[in-house]
């Protein structure tokens, strides 16, 4: 009879608050919270200047390849 | 013998030769780790025995720390945040870096010195004031830092002075360890000596070149993130502090605003790289030690190196696997867990193609084989448990529990500082001339392997019971914990046996070093790499003529050559 | 022993793979990795902003006009670092101590400005503390201040006692006046950035 009762009020309680259901990986259920958002964008801004620098040392290493064709081997 | 004629003072104090500061940052960091393995001892005894005082050594701590002998849950967590800062930040990066990084890498592209000598003076002597504030930090009022030694908000903010010094200290690392790497990068790129491309650099060299593009890039948004908690300790702003926060009963005077997750971001975007920062070094020494005592060809040099590249530039984009937990939400979540996945495969790519090199060699099973031998499948061990954690649905389970300390720990324990034991028993001939003992180092290898195993895989099961790991009884309020807290008893014991398997080393490196009679080779262990051309010990300007290079960094048994081994300035 | 050979390659000429000489490629290595310094606290300033229920409009807290001169004053000391730069690699060393100097004095003048904006903002009570658009504009615009006094000090050492080796060694010497303006240019780029997502945005 608890264990029925257990169900009922489980199954209310995700119904009625969606706290219930909010699991530790998003805040309540809601990961469009502005912390989320945020936290996404804070993201992609280091992930953009990680980028710029990235690719300028590709580059670079690119460059050196061409030069290093350009100079005449001796071995 | 290095820099004659000039006073002891310019010549081992203040000297800007690459090898002395290799040298300087290699006996620091090794003093810094026995320091940080001590922290642990005492850690240990609180978790196997809890509320029981410590013999002997307990009544030396002081009454503030452990009154009668048995430590205070604030001492606790002191031991806890500096031990995990210690080893990582001032024992472990600096003798990979610095000191292997340092001595090794102008030997092994043939140059004269690094590209910025005083600079790298400069980055040494940061270095040890960075760490000498972290030891003066345990006696400051309140004691040292107490939040972890990944130092999170809102705790740090409001802890005690110790997180303050802790703060300095690590501007002070950040600083040296950014000296180190463009000194090292530069030294890479533009001091190679004629004829060594990049495909014939030594893996060990790529991994550095590697490592300091981490170090370089990783390391500022922590400084970042260090002044703004320093802003946040000391002008009282609130970066890390949400509105509303109630500390012991009363509600915290701030604007509010901020949020941790906001440290978190910018703190694991160092902590992530920071662990290959950790891991490629010991790959590389790895790498040179098994390939010289195979005896033949590296499996897929190519393949390693494209590989080492792609695991440096996977490494900056995984940092927020640490943060699932956090309420960052599922999409991040979805896609650090991807970048992880992803990660896992280079790290196998070069595991595979050491194991594969093994096949077919004539193996001499001396310390240093033994050493970087074990290091494979104990870096497998430390890297394939780490797949579940990074799996966003397991760490809920498995998050900050023991399984989290065990995975780490066989990274950086049995697998690192092991690569690290490689290492020095390996170039310890061309430091000193002089050989380390055998029969010792066997006793040194032998134990240590079993003992770290005995510490680190019961944690596995402790944690996949669930006990969380910031605990100062180890968990003993909690039922689901009673069924695995008596194999703390186990752990520690092999814990305080692995320090007494210590000795042995120790014991062998100082006598090895004050033997009179010197190996007369400059190369004992018949290698290729350009180190091993130089003479024993060498002195200031490395080489007796800057060498010429004319093939790849490992022909070993190259068919119809005279000798096994073919080093790479020969013609 | 013989005596070693202990010239450290490429100090002052550029290594031909790399075009570079070694001092110039550090600075590049320096710049990306301040790159991320400042690409960090701008993350934050962007997550701080994100996450905040209110957040101010720059110009309702700081005075845009105040800004601008900053602006035109930093990119005119920029013009005059790249042409003492231009006139010592010409040997015009006349040229050079008088664009050096005015370069010096618009970094002085940044910093009096900044100085003044700094106490109009503590005369009105309004500290770091204060909420976080402030805190952010501190320690933004703070670590800021730190790399133009950086830059000052290296600079007047240039124009000072520095400059001896203009006569001695002026290859090395022209060098040295580029790699400083690398970095002074990039102490302008980041004032830039910080004007318009403080100021503007």
């Keep these: ?75 | ?571 | 022993m013989s005596v070693m050979n202990t010239a450290i390659p490429y100090t002052v000429e550029a290594r031909p793979e790399t075009g570079l000489y070694n001092a110039k490629l550090g600075m590049w290595l320096f710049l990306a990795s301040e790159v991320m310094l400042f690409g960090g606290l701008f993350s934050a300033y962007v997550f701080l902003r994100m996450a905040a229920a209110h957040w101010p409009a720059g110009s309702s807290i700081l005075s845009i006009p105040l800004g601008a001169v900053n602006t035109v004053v930093l990119i005119t000391s920029s013009i005059t670092m790249s042409l003492a730069s231009a006139a010592v690699k010409e040997r015009k060393f006349d040229q050079f101590k008088v664009n050096l100097g005015l370069t010096i004095l618009l970094a002085l003048v940044f910093l009096s400005v900044k100085s003044f904006e700094y106490g109009m903002k503590f005369s009105h009570h309004m500290y770091p503390k204060t909420n976080t658009f402030l805190a952010i504009y501190f320690a933004l615009t703070g670590v800021h201040v730190l790399h133009v006094l950086g830059g000052l000090v290296v600079n007047a050492y240039f124009w000072g006692p520095g400059s001896r080796m203009g006569q001695a060694d002026p290859q090395r010497f022209a060098n040295r006046i580029e790699i400083a303006g690398l970095y002074w240019n990039f102490v302008d780029v980041v004032w830039i950035l910080l004007f318009v997502t403080l100021y503007l945005l």
Excluded at chain 2, 4 to 30: E, M, N, P
Excluded at chain 2, 227 to 255: H, N, Y
Excluded at chain 2, 429 to 456: D, Y
């Design chain 1, 1 to 75: 009879m608890s264990v029925v009762f257990l169900w009922f009020f489980m199954a209310w309680a995700m119904i009625c608050c969606p706290a219930v259901r909010a699991c530790s990986v998003c805040f309540f259920g809601a990961s469009n919270d502005s912390s989320s958002a945020a936290i996404r964008m804070a993201v992609v801004c280091l992930l953009l200047a990680l980028l710029a620098v990235l690719v300028f040392f590709g580059k670079f290493f690119l460059d050196i390849r061409k030069r290093q064709q350009l100079i005449p081997k001796k071995m």
């Design chain 2, 1 to 571: 013998m290095i820099l004659q004629g000039r006073s002891f003072l310019r010549r081992c104090i203040f000297s800007t030769d690459h090898k002395v500061v290799g040298i300087q940052y290699g006996i620091t960091a090794l003093f810094f780790l026995l320091f940080g393995f001590c922290l642990m001892l005492l850690m240990r005894w609180q978790l196997a025995y809890p509320g029981t005082p410590i013999p002997w050594i307990g009544q030396w701590l002081g009454e503030n720390r452990a009154p009668g002998g048995v430590v205070l849950p604030e001492f606790y967590n002191e031991l806890g945040a500096m031990h995990g800062t210690i080893m990582v930040f001032l024992g472990v990066v600096p003798l990979l870096v610095g000191a292997f990084g340092n001595y090794l890498i102008p030997l092994q592209i043939g140059a004269p010195d690094m590209a910025f000598p005083k600079l790298n003076m400069a980055s040494y002597w940061t270095y040890l004031l960075g760490g000498l504030t972290m030891l003066v930090s345990f006696f400051v009022p309140g004691g040292a830092a107490n939040s972890g030694c990944t130092a999170y908000p809102p705790l740090a903010d409001i802890a005690t002075a110790g997180q303050t010094v802790w703060l300095l200290g690590m501007v002070c690392i950040i600083t040296s360890s950014l000296l180190g790497s463009i000194n090292f990068i530069t030294t890479i790129f533009q001091l190679r000596a004629e004829g060594l491309t990049f495909m014939r650099l030594p893996f060990f060299v790529w991994a550095q070149l590697i490592t300091s593009f981490l170090l370089l890039l990783a390391f500022p948004p922590l400084e970042a993130a260090g002044i703004l908690q320093l802003f946040d300790r000391v002008a009282a702003t609130s970066f890390f502090l949400p509105s509303g926060l109630v500390v012991s009963g009363e509600p915290l005077k701030v604007s509010g605003g901020g949020s941790a997750l906001l440290w978190q971001h910018l703190f694991w975007f160092l902590g992530h790289p920071e662990v290959y920062v950790i891991l490629l070094p010991s790959m590389g020494i790895v790498t040179e030690i098994i390939v010289n005592n195979i005896r033949r060809p590296l499996y897929g040099y190519r393949t390693m190196v494209y590989s080492v590249i792609f695991l440096g530039l996977m490494s900056f984009i995984v940092w927020a696997h640490h943060m699932y937990l956090t309420g960052m939400g599922t999409a991040l979540s979805a896609f650090f867990q991807t970048t992880t996945m992803i990660i896992s495969i280079p790290s196998v790519v070069i595991l595979s193609c050491l194991f594969l090199s093994l096949w077919g060699g004539s193996i001499r099973f001396n310390t240093p084989m033994l050493f970087a031998l074990s290091f494979l499948p104990m870096f497998g061990i430390g890297g394939l448990t780490g797949l579940p954690l990074g799996v966003a649905t397991v760490d809920i389970h498995l998050h900050d529990t023991y399984y989290v300390i065990g995975h780490f720990h066989y990274i950086v324990a049995p697998g690192t500082i092991f690569a690290i034991f490689a290492g020095i028993y390996y170039w310890f001939p061309k430091v000193t001339g002089k050989r380390m003992n055998e029969n010792l180092g066997q006793l040194h290898f032998w134990p240590s392997l079993f003992l770290m195993n005995g510490i680190f895989m019961p944690m596995f099961i402790q944690g996949l019971a669930g006990v969380s790991r910031r605990l100062y009884d180890g968990g003993a309020q909690y039922a689901h914990a009673q069924g695995v807290l008596h194999l703390n008893v186990g752990i520690s014991m092999c814990a305080w046996l692995l320090a007494l398997f210590q000795i042995p080393f120790i014991v062998n490196l100082i006598w090895s070093m004050a033997k009179k009679e010197k190996a007369a080779l400059d190369n004992p262990w018949e290698a290729t790499t350009l180190e091993w051309a130089a003479p024993t010990p060498p002195p200031h300007g490395n080489f007796r003529e800057i060498p010429k290079v004319y093939r790849g960094p490992y022909e070993y048994s190259v068919p119809g050559a005279a000798k096994d081994f073919t080093p790479q300035s020969e013609a």
